[in-house]
């Protein structure tokens, strides 16, 4: 009888350890709260290339609202965050800010897709008003330039009411 419940009991154990899902562990997806994405994007380097020079004297610092980020999820697997930048007017030899920036007709954001890795993209809002508010990509009609801020890569898509309406990618 002994042998007998040892018998069915080893059944069961490889029964049910043998039929059970397997789930293979999948990394999570990278944070995108605004201290996460900023140690990343300092980490790289990043932060140079946010400098627009006008003339040799004067500079257009793009400084990114790390504490407004805004983040959607796309699938399980990917978020995009984006983090508004704001101008500023530098004036080089003096090494200080002589004015907030005020651009018209474009807006920028840092857009961050979080997966398994971090990639970071400069992503300029175009349209034919001014556009001094944060952009509403729900409803945005426009263009939108996505410069991938390690290759320099960059990919024009042209939206309409937050649709995608045609885009195309730099090789």
Not at 10 to 30: H, M, Q, W
Not at 86 to 108: A, D, F, K
Request: proline share 2%; hydrophobic share 35%.
């Amino acid at each position: 009888m002994k042998n007998h419940f040892t018998a069915l009991l080893l059944l069961l154990t490889v029964l049910v350890t043998g039929c059970g899902e397997k789930s293979e562990e999948v990394d999570p997806v990278l944070k995108t709260d605004g201290a996460s994405l900023q140690l990343f994007f300092e980490r790289e380097g990043h932060l140079t290339r946010l400098v627009d020079r006008v003339n040799d004297t004067l500079q257009v610092r793009w400084k990114p609202e790390w504490s407004g980020v805004v983040s959607e999820k796309v699938n399980d697997s990917t978020y995009l965050a984006y983090v508004a930048l704001v101008p500023g007017i530098y004036h080089t030899q003096l090494n200080e800010q002589i004015s907030n920036g005020n651009v018209q007709g474009y807006s920028r954001y840092l857009m961050f897709r979080a997966t398994k890795n971090y990639t970071a993209y400069l992503a300029t809002f175009y349209n034919n008003a001014i556009l001094n508010t944060p952009v509403d990509r729900g409803r945005f009609t426009g263009r939108v330039i996505f410069r991938n801020m390690l290759t320099a890569e960059w990919k024009i898509s042209e939206y309409e009411n937050g649709k995608l309406v045609s885009g195309w990618e730099s090789r």
